[in-house]
């Protein structure tokens, strides 16, 4: 599957999922298609199911019709060759409750050393403690932290590996004017260094500044 990492294809495709539970729509219908280097806006209102396309996305969660593939194959989150290519910050955010910020981060880098060949995006490795600003916080356990620096936290543990496909779920959510241009900074560079990436988003700046695209949840698609 690395091979296919520098085509111009796909990496990341949804095509006619949706997602029921007990008779309850949490997707309609929904196509979109990330490609390397792009950006795409998940968009549309609250309880759309814009989070539910991203779980789809990641694999965390199968669509009851329609195919959802990564790099042409089934996506499914036990399968390590799709944690390896797709990094996400879906709700809820996870963080170790008994690691300091900069132990997370370790984590995160021993994990995924070596692992950066065959990657579309080396992402910001130690970079990224300084690139979100959380460096005075190394220290810190996520109990010490505001929601805001939890959410800062999260975002560099999800920058910090290689990955050829980024999703991510309201990843402005909880920060200040200054903390959301880090975000729309981030999500550029990445993009720029080849990830495909979406993300779901009410803050129609933040989709101005960094999508190129989007797929309407519950709508029409320009993606
Ligand atoms: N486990 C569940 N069982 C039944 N319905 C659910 C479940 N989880 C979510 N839903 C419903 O599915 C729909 C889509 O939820 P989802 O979280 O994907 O929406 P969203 O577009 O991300 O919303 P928001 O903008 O508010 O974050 C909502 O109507 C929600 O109430």
Same mark, same amino acid.
């Given at each position: 599957?690395?091979?296919?990492? #520098?085509?111009?294809?796909?990496?990341?495709?949804?095509?006619?999922?949706? =997602?029921?539970?007990?008779?309850?729509?949490?997707?309609?219908?929904?196509?979109?298609?990330?490609?390397?280097?792009?950006?795409?806006?998940?968009?549309?209102?609250?309880?759309?199911?814009?989070?539910?396309?991203?779980?789809?996305? &990641?694999?965390?969660?199968? *669509?009851?019709?329609?195919?959802?593939?990564?790099?042409?194959?089934?996506?499914?989150?036990?399968?390590?060759?799709?944690?390896?290519?797709?990094?996400?910050?879906?709700? *809820?955010?996870?963080?170790?409750? #008994?690691?300091?910020?900069?132990?997370?981060?370790?984590?995160?880098?021993?994990?995924?050393?070596?692992?950066?060949?065959?990657? &579309?995006?080396?992402? /910001?490795?130690?970079?990224?403690?300084?690139?979100?600003?959380?460096?005075?916080?190394?220290?810190? /356990? *996520?109990?010490?932290?505001?929601?805001?620096?939890?959410?800062? =936290?999260?975002?560099?543990?999800? /920058?910090?590996?290689?990955?050829?496909?980024?999703?991510? #779920?309201? *990843?402005?959510?909880?920060? #200040?004017?200054?903390?959301?241009?880090?975000?729309?900074?981030?999500?550029?560079?990445?993009?720029?260094?080849?990830?495909?990436?979406?993300?779901?988003?009410?803050?129609?700046?933040?989709?101005?500044?960094?999508?190129?695209?989007? =797929?309407?949840?519950?709508?029409?698609?320009?993606?």
């Amino acid at each position: 599957m690395a091979g296919a990492v #520098d085509g111009v294809g796909a990496v990341l495709e949804a095509t006619g999922v949706s =997602v029921e539970i007990d008779g309850a729509e949490l997707l309609p219908e929904t196509s979109v298609t990330l490609t390397r280097g792009a950006c795409v806006a998940v968009r549309g209102p609250n309880g759309a199911g814009k989070t539910t396309l991203l779980r789809v996305l &990641a694999g965390r969660m199968r *669509p009851n019709r329609g195919r959802a593939e990564l790099f042409g194959r089934r996506l499914d989150e036990r399968d390590r060759e799709v944690r390896r290519h797709i990094a996400a910050l879906i709700e *809820p955010p996870t963080l170790y409750p #008994d690691l300091t910020v900069r132990d997370q981060l370790a984590l995160v880098e021993a994990a995924w050393e070596g692992e950066a060949e065959g990657a &579309a995006w080396h992402g /910001f490795g130690s970079g990224a403690i300084d690139r979100f600003g959380i460096a005075a916080l190394a220290t810190r /356990f *996520p109990n010490e932290l505001s929601s805001g620096q939890r959410q800062l =936290v999260s975002l560099a543990v999800t /920058f910090a590996r290689p990955a050829s496909a980024l999703l991510l #779920d309201e *990843p402005e959510q909880r920060l #200040d004017p200054d903390r959301r241009s880090l975000v729309a900074e981030a999500v550029l560079e990445a993009r720029d260094g080849g990830a495909a990436v979406a993300f779901a988003s009410h803050d129609a700046e933040l989709v101005a500044r960094v999508a190129g695209s989007d =797929v309407l949840v519950g709508g029409a698609s320009s993606a």
